[in-house]
Structure formats: structure tokens, C-alpha cells
């Protein structure tokens, strides 16, 4: 029996009021792949991640993570998310260990209290993500790299299959740029499914192993030679090749 995809989405429709967001939106991706998500602003990436997340809920369609319902899929600790925008208050007196350690609550019982894993795991994520000097850190004073790396750490921490990262590259700065990708290759190569969202269309091929383009509906899903081809980016984005 074949196993099923990482992820699946089939016939996913979704509507804020009178605005078409998603428009039967169908996808595959297997397992132990960077899939780059592309496409202009309003083109429906941000809704996808919160449908799949189960933020959202479509008008029509359905999310399967390793063949399971997301809910059922979050319960198992199988999903993880960084969104675009985290809603923190910044002056807040948490330490990045803390925001970390959130990745793990999943893993603990009612008490919420961390057992010897849930630190291991939590101190692992720190190194990989190169926080650990800054682990005691309140995060209000971590520059927006860091907090980029902070909310990817604690996606690793809570040890998922399948990450959807909604431009994580977004206003960081060089080193931490260069540290989410090594991270995000390490969890690639770990056999983890990572849908990754980003306006860096030079730096697609270098990252990912497929992409797809998204206006709405699935333009092209595939290579990222074949996704990014000029004709399919003017598809995308709306506009009609000039005619002598």
C-alpha cells in the first residue's frame, strides 16, 4: 500500500465575504521536500497556510497531513507553523526559552510542566537555530532575525513532519537568513516536508527541491526551472505579454 502524501489539499475554496481568497486549490507534496509557495500579495499564500493550519475554514475541500485531518495531525504533534506576523506583545517579560518551550506543549500532560525530553528537545532546537547564548534573552530585545529564528526553533522543538513557513525570510538579516536556511535544509534532509512561502524568487532554486506558484488556484506546481519560467511568472502575476 502506498503511502500518502506529506501533505494534500484537493479542491480547497475559500471566501472572505465577497472575495475569492482560494479558488480550488489542489496540491501534493511528499515527503523530505522543500517546496517553495510563490505567487504576488492577495494571491492567496497566507490562506492557504491558515486552511491547512486549520485557522481558516474553507467553503469547500479538504487538508490531509500524512492522511489525517489537521486537528488530528496537530494532536500528534505532526504539524508545525510560523506564521507571517507572530501577535506578541514584544515588551512582554518571556524569554526566547520560553517561547521555545511552547513548541512542547503538546508533548506535555495537563500541568503543562517540561520533563527531562521536553528540555532536551528545547535546548537542541536553541543550538540548531544558534540562540543559545541568547536563550535567557526577553525577547522584546532580539533583533527581527532573531525572533524569525526564535519561532523557527520552537517549530523544531515541537518536532513535526510537515512546517508551513510563511516568509520566513521576511525583514532578517543576513546571518539569520543564512542560518534558516541551513536549518531548514538539516530538516529536509531529516525526512521533514517544509511548504515555505517567499518574495526571494533568485534565491528558489538554491532552497527548494519544487514550487508552486499560486494566483488564487495552483498556476504550476513542479520544478523550480519550470515554475519560474517567464511565461508561467506573467500568468501569475496578472499580466498579458505585449504584441507587436
Known amino acids: 500500500m502506498t503511502a500518502p502524501p506529506a501533505l494534500q489539499v484537493r479542491g480547497v475554496t475559500v471566501r472572505y465575504g465577497d472575495v475569492l481568497a482560494l479558488d480550488d486549490v489542489s496540491l501534493d507534496i511528499g515527503r523530505g521536500v522543500v517546496c517553495g509557495l510563490l ?15 486549520e485557522i481558516v ?46 513548541g512542547r506543549y503538546g508533548h506535555m500532560g495537563p500541568t503543562r510542566r517540561p520533563r527531562r525530553a521536553d528540555h532536551e528537545a528545547v535546548a537542541e532546537a536553541l543550538e540548531r537555530t544558534g540562540l543559545t547564548a541568547l536563550a535567557h534573552r526577553q525577547i522584546g530585545e532580539l533583533s527581527g532575525g532573531q525572533r524569525k529564528r526564535v519561532f523557527v ?12 513557513l510563511d516568509e520566513p525570510f521576511a525583514g532578517v538579516d543576513k546571518p539569520s537568513e543564512h542560518t534558516i536556511v541551513r536549518v531548514l535544509r538539516d530538516m529536509r534532509d531529516a525526512g521533514a516536508t517544509l511548504l515555505v512561502s517567499t518574495h526571494d524568487l533568485a534565491g528558489v532554486a538554491g532552497l527548494c527541491d519544487e514550487a508552486v506558484l499560486l494566483h488564487r488556484r495552483v498556476v504550476a506546481h513542479g520544478s523550480p526551472e519550470q515554475v519560474l519560467a517567464p511565461e508561467t511568472l506573467l500568468r501569475a502575476f496578472g499580466l498579458q505579454e505585449e504584441t507587436a
Do not use: C
Not at 505567487?39 to 493550519?53: D, E, P, Q, R, Y
Not at 474553507?58 to 500524512?66: N, Y
Open 57 to 102: 475554514t474553507p467553503q469547500s475541500g479538504s487538508v490531509r497531513i500524512h492522511g489525517l485531518p489537521p486537528a488530528r495531525a496537530r494532536r500528534r504533534g505532526l504539524l508545525g507553523y510560523v506564521p507571517q506576523s507572530e501577535q506578541v506583545d514584544w515588551a512582554f517579560p518571556v524569554r526566547v526559552v520560553d517561547v521555545v518551550m511552547m
Open 39 to 53: 505567487g504576488a500579495n492577495g494571491s492567496g499564500k497566507s490562506t492557504l497556510f491558515k486552511t491547512i493550519a
Open 153 to 164: 526553533a520552537r517549530g523544531i522543538a515541537q518536532g513535526a513532519d510537515v512546517f508551513l
